[in-house]
């Protein structure tokens, strides 16, 4: 089996609708495919109803976290989107985002960047919007070559000229929320130092004491000696380890499929979570 635990769609910052994005995962032979937007579940229904027969949908969604002023994501698998607490907080950090953005651009155009609130919107359409759109906005304007040359200090990675605070969960409370709904918790990337600051051990070591389920050790921004690393850290503390794209369609070079989690991790999650279950293709529309 093939399975790919972290991608988005426009739901999100993904280029690939909800519905885009399983054919195409089909299409890259994948079996299994999770649907983690950030902070929304919006493409659920869509990416459910065009789902092809022999792909299954694991519905998730990325969580906007920070601790210690470190900014990270809290991967949610298969909980339940009507639960009333979970629900609300990812409204809370969803409502943030447009402020937010709308904070960047100003500083932008401060620095003579002649971005606009519409051009980002456009980019955004419905999904929610994010660093990733105007990243893309900047590229457009010739700014930058790419979007991962606009995470830098100089523009839009953590404390940089133009970055701007949102509401993110502290972790401990998403992974108290996630289990509340019946979910299952892996924290995202962890390593990804090009990002910015990361987590130190001993805070994975507090959330994994505090129920997180597991790592996203198999990932872009990990080379071969991090996933060396997080693999015996998950080892220590009897976390799951997963592997997934972060799929983000053309936004991103990184390809559906290019890391894939162990079938024996994935049955285990499936076990784990009693909030939802994972929905098999049947034939889409």
Same mark, same amino acid.
């Given at each position: 089996?093939?399975?790919?635990?972290?991608?988005?769609?426009?739901?999100? $910052? @993904?280029?690939d609708?909800?519905?885009?994005l399983v054919?195409?995962?089909? %299409?890259?032979g994948?079996?299994?495919?999770?649907?983690t $937007?950030?902070? /929304?579940?919006?493409?659920?229904?869509?990416?459910?109803?065009?789902?092809?027969?022999?792909?299954?949908?694991? /519905?998730?969604?990325?969580?906007?976290?920070?601790?210690?002023?470190?900014?990270m994501?809290?991967?949610?698998?298969?909980?339940?989107?009507e639960?009333?607490?979970?629900?609300a907080?990812?409204?809370?950090?969803?409502?943030?985002?447009?402020?937010?953005?709308?904070?960047?651009?100003?500083?932008?155009?401060?620095?003579?960047?002649?971005?606009? #609130?519409?051009?980002?919107?456009?980019?955004?359409? $419905?999904?929610?919007?994010?660093?990733?759109?105007?990243?893309t906005?900047?590229v457009?304007l010739?700014?930058?070559p790419?979007?991962?040359?606009?995470?830098?200090p100089? #523009?839009?990675a953590?404390? @940089?000229?133009?970055?701007?605070?949102?509401?993110?969960?502290?972790?401990?409370?998403?992974?108290?929320?996630?289990?509340?709904?019946?979910?299952?918790?892996?924290?995202a990337h962890?390593? %990804?130092?090009?990002?910015?600051?990361?987590?130190?051990?001993?805070?994975?070591?507090?959330?994994? %004491?505090?129920?997180?389920?597991g790592?996203e050790?198999?990932?872009?921004?990990?080379?071969? $000696? /991090?996933?060396?690393?997080?693999?015996?850290?998950?080892?220590?503390?009897?976390?799951l380890v997963?592997?997934?794209?972060?799929y983000?369609?053309?936004r991103?070079?990184?390809?559906?499929? %290019?890391?894939?989690?162990?079938?024996?991790?994935?049955?285990?999650?499936?076990?784990?979570?009693?909030?939802?279950?994972?929905?098999?293709?049947?034939?889409?529309?």
């Open positions: 089996m093939r399975i790919d635990l972290h991608c988005h769609s426009t739901a999100s $910052d @993904g280029t609708s909800p519905a885009e054919r195409n995962a089909a %299409a890259a994948l079996d299994v495919v999770a649907l $937007d950030h902070d /929304t579940t919006r493409g659920y229904a869509e990416a459910i109803g065009a789902l092809p027969k022999g792909l299954t949908l694991v /519905t998730g969604a990325e969580l906007s976290c920070r601790i210690d002023g470190i900014s994501h809290m991967l949610a698998y298969l909980f339940d989107p639960e009333p607490a979970l629900l907080e990812r409204e809370l950090v969803r409502d943030d985002r447009v402020p937010r953005a709308q904070g960047m651009v100003a500083r932008l155009q401060e620095l003579g960047v002649p971005v606009t #609130w519409e051009q980002v919107a456009r980019i955004a359409g $419905d999904g929610s919007v994010g660093r990733p759109h105007v990243a906005a900047l457009e010739g700014v930058v790419t979007v991962d040359d606009a995470f830098t100089d #523009w839009l953590d404390g @940089g000229r133009v970055f701007v605070e949102k509401h993110e969960t502290d972790p401990f409370e998403a992974i108290r929320l996630i289990k509340g709904a019946g979910g299952v918790a892996v924290f962890p390593a %990804a130092a090009k990002r910015g600051r990361t987590v130190p051990e001993s805070a994975i070591a507090e959330m994994a %004491a505090a129920g997180l389920d790592i050790v198999d990932h872009m921004d990990h080379d071969a $000696d /991090t996933r060396a690393r997080l693999r015996g850290l998950a080892g220590e503390l009897g976390l997963t592997g997934s794209s972060d983000h369609g053309s991103k070079t990184v390809s559906l499929g %290019a890391n894939t989690t162990d079938p024996e991790v994935y049955g285990e999650i499936t076990r784990r979570a009693t909030g939802a279950f994972p929905v098999p293709g049947a034939g889409g529309v």
